[in-house]
């Protein structure tokens, strides 16, 4: 299916496990992109990338790992997942910044 | 860096009740971007905008691109219990290099309608 898909779609983790969220596209768009989303906080960027192989930091990276080692795929690990990341997570992919993103469906992640 | 602030920040109305919200800016946007995000999903590209003045309309929603191109508008007529959801409003970062994919987002506004 054509589209940007996202998984786990509910998540429950232990503080300390490493556990990490896929993302996945199918139109090869050049740029992706994680958020997390907290209430009261709208979407924070986390990490993006522009190319395979090409990835930078956003607005709140720490405790987080990015790769893309294909243009599809850009996978999110929290090393060792702490409480104050539990949130939800968006990732999204664009071709072009003024068309906008497209966001998959998101990532409930809860870390007990 | 950028930043946009989106007003208000939440809205309770009524079924048929028009909305009107707004996103300003301290530096000038070349595009503007509407999203909405129904509750548990992610958020859905609503208008684009691309040119200081420009009137866009997707249905009961209609969109303005500011003339000073710091700002744009959303507005929602008739309202019904199924626009409820976070608005968000977005435009491109002035960052270059790697960066100069990226859109710089509003805190979103969220919308209540009631029955």
């Known amino acids: 299916d054509a589209g940007i898909t996202q998984s786990p779609r509910y998540k429950i983790t232990e503080t300390g496990r490493q556990v990490t969220l896929m993302c996945h596209q199918t139109?090869?768009?050049?740029?992706m992109f994680w958020y997390r989303q907290d209430l009261g906080h709208g979407l924070r960027l986390i990490y993006y990338?522009?190319?395979?192989?090409?990835?930078d930091k956003g607005e709140v990276p720490d405790g987080y790992v990015v790769s893309r080692s294909k243009t599809e795929n850009f996978p999110l690990t929290l090393e060792s997942a702490t409480r104050s990341q539990t949130s939800v997570y968006f990732c999204a992919s664009s071709e072009n910044r003024d068309l906008g993103y497209t966001f998959g469906s998101g990532t409930r992640l809860t870390v007990v | 860096g950028q930043q946009l602030n989106q007003s208000p920040q939440s809205m309770f109305i009524q079924e048929g009740e028009d909305v009107s919200m707004n996103c300003t800016s301290s530096s000038i946007f070349n595009t503007w971007l509407w999203y909405k995000q129904d509750p548990g999903e992610g958020p859905v590209l609503l208008i684009a905008?691309?040119?200081?003045?420009e009137l866009t309309s997707n249905g009961r929603l209609t969109a303005q691109f500011g003339i000073t191109r710091k700002d744009s508008f959303l507005n929602i007529s008739a309202s019904i219990p199924s626009d409820v959801g976070i608005y968000f409003c977005?435009?491109?970062?002035?960052?270059?290099?790697?960066?100069?994919?990226?859109?710089?987002f509003g805190q979103g506004t969220i919308l209540t309608v009631h029955p």
């Open positions: 905008l691309y040119k200081a003045g």
């Open positions: 139109w090869s768009h050049s740029y």
């Open positions: 990338s522009a190319a395979a192989d090409i990835t």
């Open positions: 977005a435009g491109p970062s002035n960052a270059g290099g790697t960066s100069y994919g990226k859109l710089t």
